[in-house]
């Protein structure tokens, strides 16, 4: 039995798709009936086959809820942590911390209970330590706490260490740490913003630069590395470095919309989310915003994908190819 958690999210509907063309055995956890209309309309990227999606067995619980989580693990061999709380608003800070950190917890004591083989934990390049020589950040990168980390750093490196204890109490883990995903049928959080602003003809763009990546080149080399001998290994999961204005620029295109001209500086965007950050705290509505969404639209961070690809020998999709993929599944009014 392979058991997924956050199998409702974008990562975590992409993989159960692609899971369900070799595996019968799949329990994926869910927290609301609506979510699961979401993976569907995954699915129906892919197939028109509705047998794929029954073959997953639906279990409704909490992670963060000890009770509710150990009958998932009745049967399992294989775990996909892919539940997270993604959030760059301070605000969020202690649900992170329960989620993100708890919940691994929480999913690495059941996984050594329950004597699973093997556990893939997704984790993020924000917990990756930068480079200290402008070379590419590679998994060698050490982590450094006494930045200005976010807290969905902070929350996500403390994940790993979860997951890396696991490795000492006889499971087997993967850790993969993707870029920026990019992927269809998520288009109101995380990268689907992005398409969403921009087919409603978004006008600005930063320089800023960081790694990104197709969904499908996140769960493929999740499900070969797990059916592999390899353990114990992260691996960064970058197909190319790109700046944002490319990324806008080559969304525009594939919606054939006007290009975003109107670039912003770094000294814009340091008094837009003071100012966002003013309104939220008298309106109590999150902020448009935040201190450290600013500074990653800026910053300059380029990784290398060498090791995933050297270990399995994989190749990965160019990033405009997944962007054509990701515009033609919008759904255009």
């Known amino acids: 039995m392979i058991l997924v958690t956050g199998g409702t999210g974008l990562v975590g509907s992409h993989l159960l798709y692609h899971l369900s063309l070799k595996n019968d055995n799949i329990r994926a956890i869910y927290r609301t009936d609506s979510s699961l209309e979401k993976v569907k309309k995954v699915f129906s990227f892919y197939t028109d086959d509705a ?22 693990f009745v049967g399992v061999k ?8 993604i959030s760059f608003n301070q605000k969020d800070y202690r649900e992170m911390r329960k989620v993100n950190i708890h919940g691994t917890e929480i999913i690495v004591n059941l996984s050594v209970d329950a004597k699973v083989e093997k556990l893939c934990f997704v984790s993020s390049i924000a917990a990756v330590g930068k480079s200290l020589d402008d070379n590419l950040i590679d998994e060698e990168c050490e982590w450094n706490k006494e930045l200005d980390n976010s807290g969905y750093s902070i929350t996500k490196f403390g994940a ?8 000492q109490e006889g499971v087997e883990v993967i850790i993969v740490n993707p870029g920026v995903i990019l992927g269809s049928g998520f288009w109101n959080a995380g990268s689907g913003k992005l398409f969403s602003q921009v087919y409603n003809g978004f ?3 930063t320089e800023g630069i ?3 990546v197709a969904v499908q080149d996140v769960v493929k080399p999740m499900i070969q590395l797990m059916n592999s001998t390899v353990k114990n290994e992260r691996f960064i999961l970058v197909s190319e470095n790109k700046s944002f204005k ?5 969304i525009a295109d594939g919606f054939g919309k006007k290009r975003p001209s109107i670039k912003i500086k770094p000294w814009q965007t340091a008094i837009f989310w003071r100012f966002s950050w003013l309104v939220s705290k008298i309106t109590g509505i999150a902020p448009l915003i935040t201190k450290y969404s600013a500074k ?20 990965f999709e160019p990033v405009d190819k997944s962007i054509e993929r990701v515009c033609e599944n919008y759904p255009k009014e």
């Open 160 to 167: 790993e260490m979860e997951v890396w204890r696991a490795s």
């Open 246 to 250: 490319e990324i806008f620029f080559l």
């Open 78 to 85: 294989h775990v996909y942590h892919c539940a997270a709380f």
């Open 296 to 315: 990653s639209a800026h910053s300059v961070s380029k990784y290398s994908s060498e090791k995933i690809k050297n270990t399995i020998n994989y190749e």
């Open 51 to 72: 047998t794929f999606f029954s073959k997953i067995e639906w279990f409704q619980a909490d992670i963060t809820q000890v009770p509710a989580m150990i009958p998932a």
């Open 203 to 205: 006008k600005y763009y």
């Open 210 to 212: 960081t790694g990104f």
